[in-house]
């Protein structure tokens, strides 16, 4: 098969200035302007590449919708607040929420909705979904472009997973950087680079890893949560994270690549492929509770739902209905909750300001 032609843009960057690191190399697969996953390509439903959980059922999000109506009143029911949604892929689960808020009028007419997304065309969906349930969102494309000043109710869906991490190879007593260069036949390779990581506060267990073992990690997800947190901390308000990954450090290689619902070796169809990290919620819990924010969980995805009543939301939608769709209801259930599903790999993880009680952990 042809290469790419970010494949052929990324060899010729090698060839000239040396191997990329796993971070650029992320980076660079989903977010190049031209030929980034993210730009190109239309990821998501059962004709795309991968499928999220708003997808699956929109009982997600109105679950998610009833969890922010809740986190209003308990951080005191501002007449005017920031809405905001990291990363809304198609937009569903924003409709979704906005649709559950239509129970609460003044929730709908005091929230300043903003979308943070690079991606010129994902706008454009998203604009489209909104419009469907009469919301007109604003747009940002990096956290500091937020408007400020107001309290903050924020949700991001697999958003994390898609920020770059960087990762480090155990060889002869340090852990140097793993990066993506080209070997003797001029195929892409990973190597292993010049940087070093510092050895820091890394868990024991970590720290006397055997040679070969990979540790991941992932500076651009922390400092979002971090400057979330501290938003928080400065202006109230909660926020909801979710995704897949893992509650405590450790080895192990993460960098997963998705085309056409298959698992693909990560270096495969740059920019074809989606590429991938799981989440190091310990990482990022630490980086929002040093700002004084409150931490709530991880709970994982399956505890965290049922605790808002994914079964009784289910039987009221099948309530009358006929077979099938209770068939497909109980379906979604399994998909968005049960154990060898999303149910324990997806983690969700809250943070508000210290004092503020919040459902489902
Ligand atoms: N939350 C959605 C989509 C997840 S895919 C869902 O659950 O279906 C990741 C989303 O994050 C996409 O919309 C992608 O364009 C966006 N994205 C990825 N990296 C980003 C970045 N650095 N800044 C803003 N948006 C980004």
């Not at 994390?160 to 920020?163: I, K, P, V």
């Not at 991490?165 to 993506?180: A, C, D």
């Not at 938003?231 to 109230?236: A, E, Q, T």
């Not at 700002?291 to 049922?306: E, I, M, N, Y």
């Given at each position: 098969?042809?290469?790419?032609?970010?494949?052929?843009?990324?060899?010729?960057?090698?060839?000239?200035?040396?191997?990329?690191?796993?971070?650029?190399?992320?980076?660079?697969?989903?977010?190049?302007?031209?030929?980034?996953?993210?730009?190109?390509?239309?990821p998501?439903g059962?004709?795309?590449?991968?499928?999220?959980?708003?997808?699956?059922?929109?009982?997600?999000?109105?679950l998610?919708?009833?969890?922010?109506?809740?986190?209003?009143?308990?951080?005191?029911?501002?007449?005017?607040?920031?809405?905001?949604?990291?990363?809304?892929?198609?937009?569903?689960?924003?409709?979704?929420?906005?649709?559950?808020?239509?129970?609460?009028?003044?929730l709908?007419?005091?929230?300043?909705l903003?979308?943070?997304?690079?991606?010129?065309?994902?706008?454009?969906?998203?604009?489209?979904?909104?419009?469907?349930?009469?919301?007109?969102?604003?747009?940002?494309?990096r956290?500091?472009?937020?408007?400020?000043?107001?309290?903050?109710?924020?949700v991001?869906?697999?958003f994390?997973?898609?920020?770059p991490?960087?990762?480090?190879?155990?060889?002869?007593?340090?852990?140097?950087?793993?990066?993506?260069?080209?070997?003797a036949?001029?195929?892409?390779?990973?190597?292993?680079?010049?940087?070093v990581?510092?050895?820091?506060?890394?868990?024991?267990?970590?720290?006397?890893?055997?040679?070969?073992?990979?540790l991941e990690?992932?500076?651009?997800?922390?400092?979002?949560?971090e400057?979330?947190?501290?938003?928080?901390?400065?202006?109230?308000g909660?926020?909801?994270?979710?995704?897949?990954g893992?509650?405590?450090?450790?080895?192990?290689?993460?960098?997963?690549?998705?085309?056409?619902?298959?698992?693909?070796?990560?270096l495969?169809?740059?920019?074809?492929?989606?590429?991938?990290?799981?989440?190091?919620?310990?990482?990022?819990?630490?980086?929002a509770?040093s700002?004084?924010?409150?931490?709530?969980?991880?709970?994982?995805?399956?505890?965290?739902?049922?605790r808002?009543?994914?079964?009784?939301?289910?039987?009221?939608?099948?309530?009358?209905?006929?077979?099938?769709?209770?068939?497909?209801?109980?379906?979604?259930?399994?998909r968005?909750?049960?154990?060898?599903?999303?149910?324990?790999?997806?983690?969700?993880?809250?943070?508000?300001?210290d004092?503020?009680?919040?459902?489902g952990?």
């Open positions: 098969m042809t290469a790419t032609p970010l494949e052929r843009r990324l060899k010729a960057t090698i060839q000239m200035t040396g191997p990329l690191s796993v971070a650029d190399w992320m980076a660079l697969c989903l977010g190049d302007p031209e030929h980034g996953y993210y730009m190109a390509r239309e998501f059962a004709k795309g590449d991968f499928i999220t959980a708003p997808d699956v059922s929109q009982m997600f999000g109105e998610i919708g009833a969890w922010l109506i809740d986190a209003h009143q308990r951080i005191g029911a501002p007449a005017a607040f920031d809405l905001v949604e990291l990363g809304p892929g198609r937009g569903t689960l924003m409709a979704d929420i906005w649709r559950t808020f239509r129970l609460r009028p003044p709908q007419l005091g929230a300043r903003t979308l943070v997304e690079t991606s010129p065309r994902l706008r454009a969906r998203q604009q489209d979904a909104l419009a469907t349930v009469g919301a007109a969102p604003r747009f940002a494309d956290l500091d472009a937020l408007p400020r000043g107001r309290p903050l109710l924020l991001a869906n697999e994390l997973d898609a920020l991490i960087r990762q480090w190879v155990r060889h002869q007593g340090v852990w140097r950087e793993r990066v993506v260069g080209l070997d036949e001029g195929a892409l390779a990973f190597g292993l680079g010049a940087a990581l510092p050895q820091g506060d890394l868990p024991q267990e970590v720290a006397n890893a055997s040679d070969g073992a990979i990690t992932a500076a651009p997800a922390n400092a979002v949560v400057t979330i947190a501290r938003r928080i901390v400065d202006d109230g909660a926020a909801l994270f979710i995704d897949y893992y509650t405590k450090t450790a080895i192990g290689d993460t960098l997963q690549a998705v085309r056409a619902h298959e698992h693909r070796a990560p495969d169809r740059p920019g074809e492929t989606d590429i991938t990290a799981h989440v190091n919620f310990e990482a990022i819990a630490r980086a509770h700002t004084g924010a409150l931490v709530h969980g991880p709970a994982t995805q399956g505890a965290f739902l049922s808002l009543g994914l079964l009784d939301r289910a039987a009221r939608l099948g309530t009358g209905k006929d077979p099938e769709t209770q068939a497909r209801l109980a379906q979604d259930v399994e968005l909750a049960g154990a060898e599903e999303m149910g324990i790999l997806f983690k969700v993880m809250a943070v508000s300001s004092g503020i009680e919040l459902a952990f």
